[in-house]
């Protein structure tokens, strides 16, 4: 025969049911709200502090294809410019643009390079302009398709210290958002 439970003893059962239920949905809600979240990360804008436009995936560029050594991104962060078929006006404010975000750095100059990637027009023509210029003509390189293809001439990239392309500026930004991101990038890398 069993025995009904007191008055007490019930609200003693509920009680422990809630206290379980409680603690079973601590428990339990960070494993839900990840799922959540990673099931509707298309849908979530987490803001970012960057001024450029990731690419996604990343590209590595080729360095021996280039003509570059090994190393030469190594220990640096590279603004790129993919030109066109001729250097125009467009080609010249971005390179200008480069220089001067570079220069800006003050002490930590050394620490970013530039590169222009020439389709079809000889190099020496365009780098004998900005004498921290590494140039190399890579109409025939694969890694142009890295660079938005035709709309390539549109921005300026930014390579970190391990040769990926990872960011992107369109030309019609200001170009102090460049500067922005590379100050926080050299601040983070310090140290």
């Known amino acids: ?4 439970p007191t008055p007490e003893e019930q609200a003693n059962i509920r009680k422990s049911r809630r206290t379980l239920l409680l603690l079973l949905a601590i428990f ?9 979240l990673y099931a509707n990360m298309d849908k979530v804008h987490l803001g970012t502090t960057n001024k450029g436009e990731f690419l996604r995936p990343p590209r590595q560029l080729d360095v021996a ?14 603004l790129i410019y993919a ?8 080609c010249r404010q971005a390179l200008q643009a480069m220089e001067g ?7 930590e100059t050394q620490q970013v390079q530039l590169l222009y990637l020439s389709q079809g027009i000889p190099v020496s023509d365009v780098v ?11 109409t025939a390189d694969v890694e142009r398709g890295g660079f938005d293809g035709a ?15 990872v960011l992107r500026y369109p030309l019609a930004k200001d170009p ?14 310090e140290g």
């Open 65 to 78: 294809r280039l003509g570059l050594p090994a190393d030469w991104f190594a220990h640096h962060l590279t």
């Open 151 to 165: 709309d390539a001439p549109k921005y300026i990239y930014l390579a970190d210290q391990h040769g990926y392309v």
């Open 83 to 90: 030109g066109g078929t001729d250097c125009d006006t467009a």
């Open 28 to 36: 339990l809600a960070p494993a839900i709200g990840s799922w959540l």
């Open 101 to 107: 975000t570079r220069l800006a750095l003050g002490e």
């Open 176 to 189: 102090k958002d460049i500067l922005i991101d590379l100050r926080h990038l050299l601040g983070l890398s």
């Open 1 to 4: 025969m069993t025995e009904t």
């Open 128 to 138: 004998q302009s900005y004498p921290s210029l590494t140039g190399r003509d890579a």
